[in-house]
């Protein structure tokens, strides 16, 4: 059996020590008194669904609304055409073009977090998919970024709305919630808001248990097993 390094008998350590598995509001706790690094972790939350990704009815991809927003500055990009150009621009997009901006994106800048589109500009980006795609910046319509609302999806993008899906491999779902460095009920709004839209978008078909585990984790902390009877108790903070 190989030697474990330092930092992992140091989180071995944390999850023996502590009761597993354990309350959302525990589990942030013990992330944030066992914060060592000196850079502010990013923490997220992983779900392991009782679905099956290979059938397209249990396929799933949606967006949330983080009301504590992410903790970073989100670059956005519009590709669009006339009038929603300015709009655009007005609602605080970082980059803004027709077929300028794709042919800067061609050439290599990707120095943005999300990319939205008109629907009469997508035709513009339709050899991007390469490209865009296995970096999650491809617009599409179920994630709201593509839309003639261009100023709403701008607002909603740098508020902290973010995009989520299913893996093909065994059904996980991962997204951070925040900076550790976020008071606690910032985190556990967010991470509500999350459970509660990760449930709106339970498939029809799905038979048996649809959440199996929920995992709290930090960038350098260890992974927390939430405990899933106390899942609906977050319930209080969507309120909040």
């Keep these: 059996m190989p030697k474990l390094t330092k930092h992992q008998s140091h989180l071995l350590e944390i999850k023996n020590k502590f009761p597993n598995p354990m309350t959302a509001e525990e589990a942030l706790k013990v992330l944030k008194d066992t914060h ?8 997220e939350v992983h779900f392991r669904l009782g679905i099956n990704p290979k059938l397209s009815e249990q396929q799933i991809r949606s967006t949330v609304n983080l009301p504590g927003g992410t903790g970073k500055d989100v670059k956005v990009a519009v590709v669009a055409k006339g009038e929603k150009i300015m709009e655009a621009t007005e609602a605080g ?13 061609g050439d290599g800048f990707l120095e943005f977090d999300k990319l939205v589109a008109t629907p009469d500009a997508m035709a513009m980006l339709s050899k991007m998919g390469k ?5 999650g910046l491809m617009p ?8 003639f ?4 999806a701008v607002k909603e993008l740098k508020a902290g709305k973010v995009s989520f899906r299913a893996e093909k491999d065994g059904g996980i779902v991962q997204m951070a919630i925040g900076k550790l460095s976020f008071d606690e009920t910032r985190l556990l709004k967010n991470l509500a808001s999350v459970v509660d839209q990760v449930n709106k978008v339970k498939p029809a ?8 585990s929920v ?7 260890p992974g927390l097993k939430l405990d899933l009877n ?6 209080k903070y969507l309120a909040a």
Excluded: C, H, Q, W
């Excluded at 078909?205 to 199996?212: A, D, E, P, Q, R």
């Excluded at 995992?215 to 902390?221: A, Q, V």
């Design 93 to 105: 997009a970082d980059f803004v073009g027709a077929d300028d901006l794709v042919t800067k994106i």
């Design 140 to 147: 599409n319509p179920k994630d709201g970024t593509v839309t």
């Design 215 to 221: 995992t709290l984790s930090s960038t350098m902390g």
């Design 36 to 43: 060592k690094v000196k850079f502010d972790e990013t923490v």
């Design 149 to 152: 609302e261009v100023a709403r």
């Design 205 to 212: 078909t799905v038979k048996g248990t649809y959440i199996k």
């Design 230 to 235: 106390k899942l609906t108790e977050l319930s």
């Design 131 to 135: 490209l865009l795609g296995p970096k």
